[in-house]
Structure formats: C-alpha cells, structure tokens
Nanobody, 123 residues
Framework: QVQLVESGGGLVQAGGSLRLSCAASVRAFMNYNMGWFRQAPEKERVFVAAISSNGGTTTYADSVKGRFTISRDNAKNTVYLQMNSLKPEDTAVYLC????????????????WGQGTQVTVSS
C-alpha cells in the first residue's frame, strides 16, 4: 500500500517562501513519477509541478515557473516543493501524488494521493 504524507504548509506573507515535503511509504520509490497539485476552495484541482522517477525531468505550470522548484531525494523517499515569491493566488491545499504509469502533468495518471497541506498567503 502506498502512503503519501505532506508537510510544511502554513501561513506566510506575500513574497515569502515555504518548502513542502511529501514522504512516501512505498517500496521502490525511485520508480514513481511524482507531482504536486493544488486545489483552492470551490475550484478544480490543478497541476503545479512534476518530476520524473530519476529526477532528470521536471515540468511546471506557467503560473509557478521561476518561483517554484520541485526536487526529490530517492534515498529518503521524499519529494519537495520549494515555493518562493509567494502570492495570495497561491493559496490552496497542496497535494502530493505519485504514479508508476507515466510522467505526466495530468491528474488522471496519478494513482496515489496524499491528504494535502494548507498553504495560505496573505497580502
């Protein structure tokens, strides 16, 4: 059974930074493509960033390019999302997701999801 647990969310002022972590309880974490998604109240879940199983490929939503960085440490079974220059519109629940099927920015391909961590950016 795959378990993903996010941490690192909180309240931050606009322009500030946060680092989210997602710890995976799974064998062979290095085989999983990982992604971060976010969902604001009464809005759809949207893609934020993805990283391939070996960490060699990353993809970002246009809204976070140049501000967010996704990374992973396969020895620690953990994926990270460094968020800089945060804006009020970044406020959302951030969810970590993983899949073995393919590298993708589409939530459709992700089979495993964490519960999420709240990020609130005040103006």
């Amino acid at each position: 059974q795959v378990q993903l647990v996010e941490s690192g969310g909180g309240l931050v002022q606009a322009g500030g930074s946060l680092r989210l972590s997602c710890a995976a309880s799974v064998r062979a974490f290095m085989n999983y493509n990982m992604g971060w998604f976010r969902q604001a109240p009464e809005k759809e879940r949207v893609f934020v960033a993805a990283i391939s199983s070996n960490g060699g490929t990353t993809t970002y939503a246009d809204s976070v390019k140049g501000r967010f960085t996704i990374s992973r440490d396969n020895a620690k079974n953990t994926v990270y999302l460094q968020m800089n220059s945060l804006k009020p519109e970044d406020t959302a629940v951030y969810l970590c997701a993983g899949n073995l099927r393919r590298y993708s920015s589409s939530a459709t391909y992700y089979d495993y999801w964490g519960q999420g961590t709240q990020v609130t950016v005040s103006s």
